[in-house]
């Protein structure tokens, strides 16, 4: 890579940096983890920089975060190096307010499996199409329909009164 | 059509997404990164073809290593029937450049005992017709054996010891 590449790509992670760690701690849930996980991406996008400048570089990298996170051999390390954090534990839900309701969810979220939190911030964070969502994990729309459902149906029992706080609310 | 609690899932992720990390410099250590796992890959390949080699290379010799001519075959040993004196007639002539062979020698040499030809132990001699004279004596299988049964028929002809002179 000669300098002018380097300069284009130092200039095009620098810009877009905080979007991705955006994107990077909503998958993992956590800051070390998000770091590993763009930097995992970007190590496998640099030696593409060449073919990828003049076209959707930040496409390809999105790409390779997603499927990253889902990867068979990442859940193997991610199993080897789980750590129960306090943002783990269970949420009571508490009718004083409206950021109990969040809190819970954010603990629920925590709990997902990876492919179907991913399918959920591709879906509601992203605000990608299924079509969207299934080509960038590369999986058919049907995987992507039933990952979404199995998810809201995991967080519906993970908070059974969710609704009914908001009905209070 | 969203249902509130599709827009609980969205706002929670909205504020998630404000409370990431801000990073700084995440090129330097993805380079890094980079160059590790090239390395990790050209380590793993060529220690891999080093294996595939190693184990290789030993098998593909033992399959392919026909080329050489196989080894010789001992021939049937000569039965009692073949190798039985016959002090009657000669039968071989012996050939100067030829491996050794039955000897003729004149009957009735009373000096001399029915000895068999001489050959290298473990390696018979087959008695080799030389060209002959017309008329002269020619190799043929004795086929009468005192008190043996017929011999097994062999394509080469067996050597008839006669009583050395």
């Known amino acids: ?169 | 059509m969203t249902t509130p609690f599709e827009d609980l899932i969205r706002a929670t992720l909205s504020d998630l997404a404000e409370e990431a990390p801000r990073v700084q410099d995440q090129l330097t250590p993805a380079e890094r990164r980079f160059r590790n796992r090239r390395r990790t890959t050209v380590t793993l390949g060529a220690a891999g073809v080093v294996a595939a080699v190693l184990i290789g290379a030993p098998i593909a010799v033992a399959a392919g290593g026909g080329d050489a001519p196989r080894p010789a075959v001992p021939s049937a040993p000569p039965t009692p029937a073949a190798v039985s004196p016959s002090p009657a007639e000669p039968t071989a002539v012996p050939s100067p450049s030829g491996p050794p062979t039955a000897v003729p020698t004149p009957p009735g040499d009373p000096t001399a005992g029915p000895v068999p030809s001489a050959s290298p132990p473990g390696r018979p001699g087959r008695p080799v017709p030389s060209p002959s004279r017309p008329g002269g004596p020619t190799a043929v299988p004795s086929p009468e054996s005192p008190g043996g049964g017929p011999g097994v028929p062999s394509p080469w002809p067996t050597p008839s010891p006669s009583p050395r002179r």
Do not use: N
């Open chain 1, 1 to 169: 890579m000669d300098e002018d590449d380097r300069a284009r790509l130092a200039e095009f992670v620098t810009s877009r940096t905080p979007a991705l760690m955006r994107v990077a701690y909503l998958l993992t849930g956590d800051r070390h983890a998000a770091e590993d996980l763009f930097q995992s991406a970007l190590a496998r996008t640099i030696p593409k920089w060449r073919t990828l400048r003049h076209a959707d570089p930040e496409g390809y990298l999105r790409t390779v975060m997603y499927r990253e996170q889902v990867s068979w051999w990442r859940r193997l390390r991610r199993r080897r190096e789980t750590a129960l954090t306090g943002a783990d534990e269970a949420v009571q839900p508490d009718p004083s307010g409206g950021a109990d309701v969040r809190l819970a969810m954010r603990a629920a979220l925590r709990l997902l499996p990876p492919a179907q939190r991913t399918v959920l911030v591709l879906r509601y964070y992203e605000d990608l199409t299924e079509t969207q969502v299934a080509e960038a994990l590369g999986c058919t729309v049907g995987t992507v329909r039933s990952r979404t459902h199995r998810a809201v149906t995991r967080l519906r029992q993970l908070l059974p009164d969710v609704e009914l706080l908001e009905v209070r609310r």
